[in-house]
């Protein structure tokens, strides 16, 4: 593995994408500065060459990163084949998981992009590359069904993990939370 992991916030890349949404399965969140997010996108290019990353990790992406929409949209717009886009400056891999933002996420189109990290991790030399439960959030395509194809097209591949949103018991727990009172004793006076 490429790059030096740091104990830590890392100084190269920030952590807020993730920040309350997710944490790493079998592996801690800290991402050094050879590290890869990837970003589960659509293919669909709005007004001028803006693709649209409108929800989910998609959207807390665009809204972290404002030059990624467009520099994703002219990559589609250029390449009919190779969907899946590299961007080195924010360490994001935009993976399609769904033809329209309105759809369901397609298997099909995701396996394909999956093979193309693959072999973009075999040709390459990477650092750890994260991915989340891409096509199952708002993709609802079942989660088993995406794990086990993740796991068939890059299991091997020591640089690959997953990870995993927050419990939803701790999501509801930190959207409900009231600030509890703090009792206070009085002194009593002999």
Request: hydrophobic letters at 40%.
């Amino acid at each position: 593995m490429v790059g030096v992991y740091l104990p830590g916030p890392s100084p190269w890349r920030s952590e807020s994408l993730w920040k309350g949404l997710m944490r790493c399965v079998g592996s801690t969140a800290i991402c050094g500065p050879a590290c890869w997010r990837g970003v589960p996108t659509n293919l669909v290019v709005g007004m001028g060459v803006r693709a649209v990353m409108g929800g989910g990790i998609a959207k807390q992406a665009a809204v972290r990163y404002p030059v990624l929409p467009g520099l994703y949209g002219a990559h589609l717009k250029g390449n009919l084949r190779r969907h899946l886009y590299w961007w080195r400056l924010g360490g994001i891999i935009c993976l399609p998981t769904k033809v329209h933002w309105r759809e369901d996420s397609d298997l099909e189109l995701l396996e394909d992009g999956l093979r193309q990290l693959r072999t973009a991790c075999l040709v390459r030399t990477l650092g750890d590359i994260r991915l989340p439960r891409i096509g199952a959030g708002l993709g609802r395509l079942p989660w088993a069904v995406v794990e086990q194809s993740v796991v068939r097209t890059l299991g091997d591949l020591p640089n690959v993990v997953l990870v995993q949103p927050a419990s939803e018991r701790a999501r509801s727990r930190l959207r409900n939370e009231q600030p509890r009172a703090i009792p206070v004793v009085k002194a009593m006076r002999p």
